[in-house]
């Protein structure tokens, strides 16, 4: 059996602008229909995110529309990296799970993270880079937009 690596390497490459070309049109699908401008984008999920209160009780309420799909128990961290520093949030609830998208083989998660004023306030005064959001089973890299 004769074989080239150049042709294995080509093989792959091939398909790794393919995937690539995907994953933009999978974005560009979810964004569609949404108005609201994305907080992070990673290669096959859109993260919308903000500030709320509640109670006397701050929250960093997260939205991620694409791939991502969970279903938990044990809960979810997110670590919001800055220029100057890093924060890792731990969410409100352990039992989290995926719904199901509009677009096929797309998942709605919502997770809700607790902050503190003096947390929100650091991160106002501060540029965020990245965010990682850490599970079980993914460990998913967002970049700020």
Known sequence: MKFSFNNILTAFSK????????????LEKIMAPIEDKPFA?????????????????YYFKVVIVGKFKIKTFKGVKITINCKDFDLTLKSNMDELKSDFGEIPNSFITAIDFDIEKKQIEKLKNSKIKSLQVITKKQ????KAT
């Open 15 to 26: 398909n790794n602008t393919n995937d690539d070309i995907q994953d933009t049109l999978f």
């Open 41 to 57: 984008i990673s290669s096959k999920n859109i993260m919308f995110a903000g500030m709320d209160k509640l109670a006397g009780y």
């Open 139 to 142: 460990d998913v890299i967002f």
